[in-house]
């Protein structure tokens, strides 16, 4: 069964955000990348789906800067097949729609049965490129899943929704499985996997232009919380809480 | 280009409030920006549907039932939902950000030839363009956008926008579901035990770390959440990861932003991660016995001490007010 896995470089989940000279974007000085905490969940899916189905290729594919060799190699290193990065400085200037056309035009020619992704990047936190691939190739996609189970030429599915609940969906393959946290524990990666890894292909190509659909026309910092006060210590300090939240917010 | 196109999600039967709340805001957009506010509603809308969505603003409402969609599908909801844009020429296409929107809105934006601001939490109008303003980063930071040609797709973060009471009843109209091939479809739906409120839906959340020691101490969290009656129970990263509770609990960067009127967090140190997911809530309280952590920052009200020994005190005191209200 052939697989391909789109992952991205973003900033760490730890970082401090500041707004970038150009007024559109962060200011990458002093932040570290890493690779999208979502798309681990994604990688190991197609691994597994892989060894089930007892055959077949997983390619991990990016679009982003040449410093994403580094997380293209780990995943080879985890066990992905082969890797294709798609060369492109401009990322920051990407929509999802543009980002979506050019992972599509590359997935194409890939033919695979399955394409899986985390639900979102942590960067931009839409969501939108497994469900804009998906319609852009005309294959299914089911967002959100946490587990999967491919039965012939169906995937099945469930995907979070509200409270807990858990919808089931049966989608035709092809299809784009957007990763929740939750569908799997991913495996670590072991030296053995860094050492194979560096005799697996790692593909590079040029990005295609691609206009953006939405243009960003600012970024801004929220206003910085005002840090409150301290009611009192420990239980004592209940009664002078409850005062406060009923008669000075009046949340109570 | 004029008026906005929003899809009118139905659960249980019944149109959703995020719906109404993104019908209302784009009742006061259209004020600016001319035309209708047309709502679609795939399924088998109320029969009240008329009113409801005329009282929160919307002027017509275009219904699409059949029993192919009875359960949602999201290429066969966004193919007929793409026929009522290329009916409409709208300049805006609206969806609550709830999981069904979610998945809805990227699949009509590409059929529509548009792209998506998601999640977003106020929109202006700027020379007759309508931009709309979203977090990223996990609200670490906010970006203005707008669509280089129309329309307009977004989606509405819940709770954020006001909902009007006083429009006018709606008119309705059916449609029919044409050329709908589906691929995916939902076939059940596995409730959770008991129902429990979503964190991004209750007004009041109650969050619990480390501090708690482990999950048999969650009953302390709960207890103070059903005092309130309208609350939700939320947790860390470190405690979804250790195993304590479910992943839909997680509040943070990569668990689920919320901004509840009141949040409590009760023995959460506050690591940035998790601050980025509750930050724009409107009152924080931390209760947290060390007085340096670093969610006293962001918190309007802060008790230092054992979670063990106020929550107790701070739920019975709830359960008083409650019951003399």
Same mark, same amino acid.
């Given at each position: 069964?052939?697989?391909?896995?789109?992952?991205?470089?973003?900033?760490?989940?730890?970082?401090?955000?500041?707004?970038?000279?150009?007024?559109?974007?962060?200011?990458?000085?002093?932040?570290?990348?890493?690779?999208?905490?979502?798309?681990?969940?994604?990688?190991?899916?197609?691994?597994?789906?892989?060894?089930?189905?007892?055959?077949?290729?997983?390619?991990?594919?990016?679009?982003?800067?040449?410093?994403?060799?580094?997380?293209?190699?780990?995943?080879?290193?985890?066990?992905?097949?082969?890797?294709?990065?798609?060369?492109?400085?401009?990322?920051?200037?990407?929509?999802?729609?543009?980002?979506?056309?050019?992972?599509?035009?590359?997935?194409?020619?890939?033919?695979?049965?399955?394409?899986?992704?985390?639900?979102?990047?942590?960067?931009?936190?839409?969501?939108?490129?497994?469900?804009?691939?998906?319609?852009?190739?005309?294959?299914?996609?089911?967002?959100?899943?946490?587990?999967?189970?491919?039965?012939?030429?169906?995937?099945?599915?469930?995907?979070?929704?509200?409270?807990?609940?858990?919808?089931?969906?049966?989608?035709?393959?092809?299809?784009?499985?957007?990763?929740?946290?939750?569908?799997?524990?991913?495996?670590?990666?072991?030296?053995?996997?860094?050492?194979?890894?560096?005799?697996?292909?790692?593909?590079?190509?040029?990005?295609?232009?691609?206009?953006?659909?939405?243009?960003?026309?600012?970024?801004?910092?929220?206003?910085?919380?005002?840090?409150?006060?301290?009611?009192?210590?420990?239980?004592?300090?209940?009664?002078?809480?409850?005062?406060?939240?009923?008669?000075?917010?009046?949340?109570? | 280009?004029?008026?906005?196109?929003?899809?009118?999600?139905?659960?249980?039967?019944?149109? @959703?409030?995020?719906?109404?709340?993104?019908?209302?805001?784009?009742?006061?957009?259209?004020?600016?920006?001319?035309?209708?506010?047309?709502?679609?509603?795939?399924?088998?809308?109320?029969?009240?549907?008329?009113?409801?969505?005329?009282?929160?603003?919307?002027?017509?409402?275009?219904?699409?039932?059949?029993?192919?969609?009875?359960?949602?599908?999201?290429?066969?909801?966004?193919?007929?939902?793409?026929?009522?844009?290329?009916?409409?020429?709208?300049?805006?296409?609206?969806?609550?950000?709830?999981?069904?929107?979610?998945?809805?809105?990227?699949?009509?934006?590409?059929?529509?030839?548009?792209?998506?601001?998601?999640?977003?939490?106020?929109?202006?109008?700027?020379?007759?363009?309508?931009?709309?303003?979203?977090?990223?980063?996990?609200?670490?930071?906010?970006?203005?956008?707008?669509?280089?040609?129309?329309?307009?797709?977004?989606?509405?973060?819940?709770?954020?926008?006001?909902?009007?009471?006083?429009?006018?009843?709606?008119?309705?109209?059916?449609?029919?579901?044409?050329?709908?091939?589906?691929?995916?479809?939902?076939?059940?739906?596995?409730?959770?035990?008991?129902?429990?409120?979503?964190?991004?839906?209750?007004?009041?959340?109650?969050?619990?770390?480390?501090?708690?020691?482990?999950?048999?101490?969650?009953?302390?969290?709960?207890?103070?959440?059903?005092?309130?009656?309208?609350?939700?129970?939320?947790?860390?990263?470190?405690?979804?990861?250790?195993?304590? @509770?479910?992943?839909?609990?997680?509040?943070?960067?990569?668990?689920?932003?919320?901004?509840?009127?009141?949040?409590?967090?009760?023995?959460?140190?506050?690591?940035?991660?998790?601050?980025?997911?509750?930050?724009?809530?409107?009152?924080?309280?931390?209760?947290?016995?060390?007085?340096?952590?670093?969610?006293?920052?962001?918190?309007?009200?802060?008790?230092?001490?054992?979670?063990?020994?106020?929550?107790?005190?701070?739920?019975?005191?709830?359960?008083?007010?409650?019951?003399?209200?």
């Amino acid at each position: 069964m052939d697989i391909v896995v789109c992952i991205k470089r973003v900033p760490s989940t730890e970082a401090r955000v500041k707004v970038g000279s150009n007024g559109k974007s962060i200011d990458p000085a002093g932040v570290n990348y890493e690779l999208n905490p979502f798309d681990e969940f994604a990688i190991e899916e197609a691994l597994r789906i892989k060894e089930k189905s007892g055959g077949g290729t997983v390619t991990v594919m990016t679009l982003g800067p040449v410093e994403a060799q580094k997380e293209l190699r780990n995943e080879l290193a985890r066990g992905a097949d082969k890797a294709i990065l798609i060369k492109d400085d401009q990322l920051e200037a990407r929509d999802a729609f543009s980002i979506a056309t050019v992972l599509a035009e590359h997935i194409r020619k890939l033919n695979p049965r399955i394409v899986t992704m985390g639900k979102q990047s942590v960067d931009r936190d839409n969501g939108h490129v497994g469900t804009m691939v998906a319609t852009l190739l005309g294959y299914s996609c089911v967002t959100e899943v946490i587990k999967v189970e491919i039965v012939g030429d169906v995937a099945r599915c469930e995907r979070e929704i509200e409270g807990g609940a858990r919808e089931v969906v049966e989608a035709k393959l092809p299809v784009v499985l957007t990763a929740q946290k939750g569908l799997n524990e991913p495996r670590y990666v072991k030296l053995q996997g860094i050492m194979a890894a560096k005799k697996k292909p790692l593909e590079e190509v040029a990005a295609a232009a691609v206009a953006s659909k939405l243009n960003i026309t600012e970024m801004s910092l929220p206003p910085a919380r005002q840090a409150g006060r301290f009611v009192g210590k420990g239980p004592e300090a209940v009664g002078e809480l409850v005062n406060r939240l009923r008669n000075e917010a009046k949340v109570l | 280009m004029a008026g906005i196109v929003v899809f009118a999600e139905l659960k249980s039967g019944a149109i @959703r409030k995020a719906s109404l709340e993104s019908v209302s805001e784009a009742a006061r957009l259209v004020g600016q920006i001319g035309g209708n506010v047309t709502a679609v509603a795939v399924g088998a809308a109320p029969a009240d549907a008329g009113a409801t969505l005329g009282r929160a603003g919307a002027n017509e409402i275009i219904i699409i039932n059949d029993p192919r969609l009875a359960a949602y599908s999201g290429d066969g909801y966004a193919s007929v939902i793409k026929g009522v844009i290329e009916q409409k020429q709208p300049a805006a296409v609206f969806f609550a950000a709830t999981p069904q929107g979610r998945d809805l809105a990227p699949r009509v934006a590409v059929l529509a030839n548009a792209g998506v601001a998601s999640d977003c939490v106020g929109f202006a109008v700027d020379n007759g363009k309508i931009r709309a303003r979203r977090p990223v980063y996990a609200g670490k930071a906010y970006i203005t956008v707008e669509s280089a040609a129309p329309p307009l797709v977004a989606t509405l973060r819940p709770n954020v926008f006001s909902q009007k009471t006083d429009g006018a009843p709606a008119s309705s109209s059916n449609a029919a579901a044409d050329g709908v091939d589906l691929r995916a479809v939902v076939k059940e739906v596995l409730a959770a035990a008991g129902t429990k409120l979503d964190v991004t839906e209750a007004p009041v959340v109650v969050s619990g770390g480390r501090g708690l020691k482990g999950p048999e101490n969650w009953h302390l969290l709960e207890a103070l959440a059903a005092a309130f009656g309208n609350a939700a129970v939320g947790a860390t990263r470190a405690v979804v990861d250790a195993g304590w @509770r479910p992943h839909d609990e997680q509040v943070g960067q990569t668990g689920k932003t919320v901004a509840p009127t009141l949040y409590f967090a009760c023995g959460i140190s506050g690591a940035i991660q998790h601050l980025a997911g509750m930050s724009s809530s409107r009152v924080i309280v931390a209760i947290n016995k060390d007085p340096d952590a670093p969610i006293f920052k962001v918190a309007d009200y802060g008790i230092v001490g054992d979670v063990f020994e106020v929550l107790p005190i701070l739920t019975e005191e709830v359960k008083k007010l409650r019951s003399g209200n």
